[in-house]
């Protein structure tokens, strides 16, 4: 069994900063790329940033310079680190992996965390 859980959503003025932070568990035998998306109300889901396991990042336009995704492979965690945050940036947030478990060496499998919600209002 493989789990991914996301924790630091909550509820921040504009202009503020968040930090989120993904960790998988489990039966794992390597994790390739981790991402984050987010899903705003009658939206469809969206990538925030991407990270290779080697450290190379991808962010659309809409957040590039205020997002930085990070990870830490020893742990087997990726964050999230949101500045400048905006009323747009309101969504439920979610972790994506792509992981091989030891029982499933073969191939990569995809797994998602419950999401955790971040809003930003005044």
């Known amino acids: 069994q493989v789990h991914v859980v996301e924790s630091g959503g909550g509820l921040v003025q504009p202009g503020g900063s968040l930090r989120l932070s993904c960790a998988a568990s489990g039966s794992i035998f390597s994790i390739n790329g981790m991402d984050w998306y987010r899903q705003a109300p009658g939206k469809e889901r969206e990538l925030v940033a991407r990270?290779?396991?080697?450290?190379?990042?991808n962010y659309p336009d809409s957040v590039k310079g205020r997002f930085t995704i990070s990870r830490d492979n020893a742990k087997n965690t990726v964050y999230l680190q949101m500045n400048s945050l905006k009323p747009e940036d309101t969504a439920v947030y979610y972790c994506?992996?792509?992981?091989?478990?030891?029982?499933?060496?073969?191939?990569?499998?995809?797994?998602w965390g419950q999401g955790t919600q971040v809003t930003v209002s005044s």
């Open positions: 994506h992996a792509e992981i091989r478990s030891h029982y499933s060496v073969n191939y990569y499998s995809h797994y």
């Open positions: 990270i290779t396991r080697d450290g190379s990042t």
